[in-house]
């Protein structure tokens, strides 16, 4: 099924795609409601533009349908709040003509590697503690908060809206349940299943994954998951505590980032962590993403004693070095996660940063 739907997925690239009709989450004129005037703002980068990646959909496509191309060229690429990143995902659901998109997404995101900041999840012992790592970090992949509690001997977990005034779309929703069902399995290498879903989507929406889930999700006001305590509890095999401990780090930057006053160098290593997501890198992508003129960011580096090529070479490296020498990924998905047009370009890189090529690293520990 999956090689079917990424077969699909990437013949998109080449079709007209019939518009269909979408929501806006925004009540125009109402500021209260959207949050306009909120001080939360969150990375479209890291949510929508990898699923349009995926899908085979042009970013721009979707920001125009969303209405979102002037704000965005006006504040930086990737920030908006909670409605107007709701507006993004209904917008890039209507240029899909791709009846299982839900699905292919959720699969595609769990056999990542595509978003890092996932590894809070998979790189825990089990799922109970992959949770309550995902749950404070999540803020960075969108507006949207994951809830674990535990209920007459199950593991529930819930997924709803940052902004209490907004619904998560339906189809957003249901992403998350096959994200998470999917992650369970591939972490354990157990075919583990759900005894119970909930889902606030129509019953159409609700049997398009329950094929996926092994169970029909029921009405419900937010994305539900219910685990059995030895599933919840069951060791995974992806666990790696020592490429957590580093990744751990690098979240909380970026949370500190996003809500404090930082260095300008940390900022642009923050950035650049989300912008690899969507294979960008340049210092062009950087001023847009923070709002500034290239200028300023040069002064401010300079100010720092550092250049953008330096803060770029530097987090790439020590990205690699963690990739190489604390997981089993191979050269070609790191080459990718750090936004390398290929692995020879990143063998390169590494050479001139190390002396050695990334086999070479690899092997000598």
Request: contains cysteine; charged residues 25%.
């Amino acid at each position: 099924m999956f090689n079917g739907l990424q077969n699909r997925s990437n013949a998109l690239q080449n079709l007209f795609i019939e518009p269909r009709p979408w929501h806006s989450c925004i009540s125009r004129g109402d500021e209260e409601r959207t949050g306009l005037n909120n001080d939360e703002n969150y990375s479209l980068s890291m949510g929508t533009e990898v699923c349009c990646r995926i899908l085979g959909i042009d970013p721009e496509a979707m920001l125009s349908r969303a209405g979102l191309t002037h704000l965005v060229r006006a504040n930086g690429d990737v920030r908006v709040n909670a409605a107007q990143y709701f507006d993004a995902w209904n917008a890039m659901e209507s240029l899909t003509d791709n009846p299982e998109f839900v699905t292919h997404l959720g699969i595609t995101i769990a056999r990542g590697p595509v978003i890092p900041a996932f590894f809070s999840l998979t790189c825990a012992p089990n799922l109970e503690t992959g949770l309550k790592r995902l749950s404070l970090y999540k803020s960075l992949l969108g507006p949207t908060q994951v809830r674990y509690y535990w209920d007459e001997g199950l593991l529930w977990i819930e997924h709803r809206s940052a902004d209490t005034k907004l619904e998560v779309p339906p189809t957003l929703g249901a992403l998350h349940l096959v994200y998470f069902a999917e992650a369970a399995r591939l972490a354990t290498a157990h075919p583990m299943r759900p005894v119970a879903a909930k889902l606030h989507a129509s019953r159409k929406e609700r049997h398009a994954i329950a094929g996926h889930l092994g169970v029909m999700p029921e009405p419900g006001e937010c994305s539900t998951l219910a685990y059995a305590a030895e599933d919840a509890r069951r060791p995974f095999i992806s666990e790696n505590s020592r490429l957590w401990a580093d990744f751990e780090q690098d979240l909380k930057c970026q949370l500190e980032a996003q809500r404090a006053e930082v260095s300008m160098a940390a900022r642009v290593r923050s950035t650049l962590m989300e912008l690899f997501a969507i294979g960008r890198s340049s210092a062009t992508d950087v001023c847009l993403s923070i709002g500034i003129s290239r200028s300023t960011l040069q002064r401010a580096l300079s100010s720092e004693g550092t250049t953008f090529q330096r803060v770029l070479d530097e987090t790439r490296k020590d990205l690699a070095v963690r990739y190489l020498t604390k997981s089993s990924l191979q050269i070609a998905e790191i080459a990718s996660l750090l936004a390398y047009r290929d692995p020879n370009s990143f063998a390169r890189g590494f050479r001139r940063w190390t002396g050695r090529s990334p086999l070479e690293f690899r092997a000598r520990g």
